[in-house]
């Protein structure tokens, strides 16, 4: 079972009421834009932090943790949010693990890093990002 939340919303709201914060999702810049990685590096490039939620394989920001993954100035200013399953931690192609072996890989690597924080429910989500800085 895969949750449904407008987790980007939350989480882009809770970050915006921090004293001087400004939140932004990719698709509050400039909508009209139809290729993600000029939108992306510009965001990037100006941000003090990158903040991703990852609630499963299929669409979301994959294409954006390649990104923040393959440049190690995004990659150090990164923060993920990832919601847990049961056994979403498996190194396997089959879809009906939540997430890919890519995912993972790069899941494990923010985890070294003390920048994977876990939830279950909107409550941990909540939970996770009083841990961004």
């Given at each position: 079972m895969m949750m449904q939340l407008n987790s980007g919303e939350t989480v882009r709201d809770q970050l915006d009421n921090r004293p001087g914060a400004r939140a932004v999702l990719m698709k509050d810049v400039a909508e009209e834009w139809e290729h993600s990685y000029p939108k992306f590096r510009l965001i990037a490039d100006f941000a003090t932090y990158l903040v991703g939620v990852a609630e499963h394989r299929c669409g979301g920001?994959?294409?954006?943790?390649?990104?923040?993954?393959?440049?190690e100035k995004y990659f150090q200013k990164?923060?993920?949010?990832?919601?847990?399953?049961?056994?979403?931690?498996?190194?396997?192609?089959?879809?009906?693990?939540?997430?890919?072996?890519?995912?993972?890989g790069i899941f494990d690597l923010l985890a070294e890093e003390q920048r994977l924080f876990v939830w279950k429910n909107e409550d941990g989500l909540e939970l996770c990002i009083t841990k961004i800085p």
């Amino acid at each position: 079972m895969m949750m449904q939340l407008n987790s980007g919303e939350t989480v882009r709201d809770q970050l915006d009421n921090r004293p001087g914060a400004r939140a932004v999702l990719m698709k509050d810049v400039a909508e009209e834009w139809e290729h993600s990685y000029p939108k992306f590096r510009l965001i990037a490039d100006f941000a003090t932090y990158l903040v991703g939620v990852a609630e499963h394989r299929c669409g979301g920001f994959l294409v954006e943790m390649g990104y923040f993954t393959a440049v190690e100035k995004y990659f150090q200013k990164t923060y993920v949010c990832k919601l847990s399953y049961p056994n979403d931690n498996i190194r396997d192609t089959d879809h009906e693990y939540p997430y890919s072996w890519m995912q993972i890989g790069i899941f494990d690597l923010l985890a070294e890093e003390q920048r994977l924080f876990v939830w279950k429910n909107e409550d941990g989500l909540e939970l996770c990002i009083t841990k961004i800085p």
